[in-house]
């Protein structure tokens, strides 16, 4: 038997030995692919959701900092309020009435029914049930007469909805700066004072009470 025959028969014998172990590589490679991916896929899975929840706690921990910075504004703020307050008597609706010289006395009467219903401060709110802030409650007791429509959610927009004046009368509105709207009205001596929500709750202040005055505007009563 010449060389080159006895080398092409070790070839043969070989060759299905070579397909064998490049097919049981593949198979293994696969196998640890699959199992590395089934292995992986989970990872990747839990690493998005921890991203998401990551995200989800920077975004409460920025809400939880703007409330904590609002808080503590509103505290300083309560405490020049209370130093500011404008003695009425709000033990009796009709001595009420007719101690502020009011054009419509719709208006000072909600007022007080919600002040002795307990009706509080609540930093967006729009209702009674729920409470208000300063501009929706202003907003609530003109669309409650129709003397305005304007949607709770629109309410920082009551400046730009009402007409500007420099001789305010009982009723109208004041605009202060950090976003305070508060009623205008004088009493039985001329005497000028503003009455509407604040986190003390509904109550009666100097017009100068702590933050700065931006302009009046004109409510206009049906009859007057």
């Known amino acids: 038997m010449t060389d080159n025959k006895i080398i092409q028969k070790k070839s043969r014998r070989t060759l299905p030995i070579l397909i064998a172990a490049q097919l049981l590589i593949a198979i293994i490679t696969v196998a640890i692919i699959l199992i590395v991916g089934l292995k992986i896929k989970p990872l990747i899975e839990k690493k998005a959701e921890l991203e ?13 900092e703007r ?8 505290i300083r703020e309560t405490t020049v309020f209370d130093r500011n307050r404008f003695q009425l008597n709000w033990g009796n609706s009709k001595l009420l009435i ?22 509080g401060w609540k930093l967006g709110g729009y ?29 920082y927009r009551l400046p730009e909805l009402l007409p500007e004046t420099d001789n305010p009368q009982s009723g109208d509105l004041i605009f202060y700066e950090s976003g305070y709207v508060m009623f205008y009205f004088k ?38």
């Open 187 to 224: 009493d039985r001596n001329g005497h000028p004072f503003c009455i509407g929500m604040t986190p003390l709750g509904i109550v009666s202040l100097e017009i100068n009470f702590g933050p700065k005055l931006i302009k009046y505007c004109r409510v206009n009563y049906p009859g007057f």
């Open 127 to 155: 209702s009674p049930e729920v409470g208000f802030d300063s501009p929706s409650f202003a907003a609530y007791l003109l669309n409650k007469h129709n003397l305005l429509k304007i949607d709770a959610s629109q309410r």
């Open 98 to 119: 007719t101690s502020v010289n009011l054009k419509s006395g719709y208006i000072i009467e909600d007022i007080f029914d919600m002040k002795h219903s307990g009706v």
């Open 52 to 64: 998401k929840t990551v995200a989800n706690l920077e975004k409460n921990i920025q809400d939880l």
């Open 67 to 74: 409330n904590v910075n609002e808080l503590e504004t509103r």
